[in-house]
């Protein structure tokens, strides 16, 4: 799945004070940033981090610069899948000034935070955004990655172990990047049994996991036909449906509409408040 966006933060972007530099998702370790500050999270197995290694797991993130020299060696026999985003500017700066992030690098125990992911997905988006201003956007997005960060690492651990494993089953499940592993695999990776897993998910959620990662699904899809000009047949296989008519059959029994109607219905009415 290797994805990097670079950029070069413009005059503009540089006076605003906070501004993004890459973003991109990799299988495998990462070395130390070169410059300014780098945020990387691990969605998937496990990885070693800094000189003498601190051992980092699927659900954390991390937070480093380039003055540490730390990088991520991914884990010989699991591997690791990560997100991650490189920054800087002079926001950043006066917060690492205040020593409001601590010592580098640091690691917060996120778990599964769909907003977290949701601003790193985000960000990811806004990077194929040829559109002028998107940099401060991303600088937007970044900025409440940042705090929202803060706040995970503040609120600290206070869970038991069923409610991490099941917040770890949420990452994995949102992924975009891993929602295609079925859910055997998914508690296997998780080390729990199918049956437990299944138990406990619904326990904690509400929703069988089957159909909590139906509906993550059929959410992206709304958003790829509102902002996308996709075919529905693309949206169904980016999304990994089996085929278009089974996605529109689960569109259909959840929205009310075919994605066709649905889409047509959402241009519609963008239009008239546009006029």
Request: proline share 4%.
């Amino acid at each position: 799945m290797p994805e990097l966006a670079t950029f070069a933060p413009s005059p503009l972007e540089e006076a605003w004070g906070l501004y993004a530099t890459a973003v991109g998702s990799v299988e495998g370790g990462m070395d130390a940033p070169a410059t300014g500050w780098r945020l990387v999270y691990l969605v998937r197995g496990e990885a070693l981090l800094g000189r003498r290694p601190e051992r980092v797991e699927a659900g954390e993130v991390v937070l480093l610069d380039g003055k540490g020299g730390c990088g991520l060696v991914p884990d010989a026999r699991r591997g690791c899948t990560l997100h991650h985003v490189d920054f800087g500017g002079a926001w950043m700066e006066r917060w690492a000034g205040l020593d409001l992030f601590g010592t580098l690098p640091r690691v917060v125990r996120a778990g599964f935070d769909e907003s977290l992911l949701g601003a790193i997905v985000k960000l990811r988006e806004l990077a194929r955004d040829p559109r002028p201003g998107a940099g401060l956007l991303m600088a937007g997005v970044l900025g409440d990655l940042l705090a929202r960060l803060e706040i995970a690492a503040r609120q600290g651990e206070g869970e038991g172990r069923r409610g991490r494993l099941v917040r770890d089953a949420r990452r994995i499940l949102a992924d975009p990047a891993v929602d295609r592993l079925n859910l055997e695999a998914a508690a296997a990776e998780l080390g729990v049994s199918y049956s437990w897993f299944r138990r406990s998910f619904r326990a904690q959620t509400g929703l069988a996991p089957q159909r909590y990662r139906l509906l993550l699904r059929l959410d992206r899809a709304c958003r790829m036909l509102a902002d996308s000009s996709l075919t529905v047949g693309a949206v169904a296989q980016a999304l990994g449906f089996s085929s278009q008519a089974y996605f529109a059959r689960m569109f259909r029994r959840e929205t009310g509409l075919s994605p066709t109607v649905w889409r047509s219905k959402r241009v519609n009415l963008e239009g008239r408040s546009g006029t």
